[in-house]
């Protein structure tokens, strides 16, 4: 048991603050994001649905992909391809399994990791999508597989052309994006 704990022993530092240049470009990144997607989602009068383009994974995305652009979790094969799998997962089990929450949240979040890891589009968002796909209430459950394609896949699509214009816009050489695309 001594081992055990003393593997949580901290061994580094905490990173200093990013500098305000990147803490500006990921709030406009995020806000323009986040806008985009609700706008997106009123337009298309989903509105009527509680905004359901305003799904939360996106909120954990748009952390990663304007604060942390290079990282690989949150490249566009990641980004999209990690909501898409996860959502058809999540819908997937929630058809298969229905309302029992404590297995098919379960079931939907293990298996989305998974099918992420095999497919190479892991996105610790993407968790997020294929839970909300088994607890995201009736408006959600009524999507079925649409929920696949409106909220996540257009969501994440218009997510990841603001994080193309964002990121690149910057003077940085090191705030670019994608670092690769597929």
Not at 27 to 52: K, R
Not at 91 to 118: K, N, P, Q, R, Y
């Amino acid at each position: 048991m001594k081992h055990y704990f003393l593997r949580m022993k901290a061994t580094g530092e905490c990173p200093p603050r990013k500098p305000f240049s990147k803490i500006v470009w990921s709030w406009i990144g995020a806000f323009l994001g986040i806008y985009l997607v609700s706008i997106f989602g009123q337009y298309l009068e989903i509105v009527a649905m509680d905004n359901l383009f305003l799904i939360g994974s996106f909120g954990a995305s748009a952390v990663l992909v304007y604060g942390a652009p290079l990282a690989e979790f949150f490249q566009p094969r990641n980004l999209v391809g990690g909501h898409v799998v996860s959502a058809v997962i999540g819908v997937t089990v929630f058809a298969l399994f229905g309302d029992v929450t404590a297995l098919t949240g379960s079931l939907a979040v293990s298996l989305a990791i998974v099918a992420m890891h095999f497919s190479r589009t892991l996105h610790p968002p993407g968790g997020a999508t294929s839970l909300i796909a088994v607890i995201g209430g009736d408006h959600v459950h009524a999507l079925r597989y649409a929920y696949v394609f409106s909220p996540v896949l257009v969501g994440a699509l218009v997510m990841l052309l603001v994080a193309l214009l964002v990121n690149n816009l910057s003077t940085n050489d090191k705030r670019h994006y994608p670092v690769y695309w597929f």
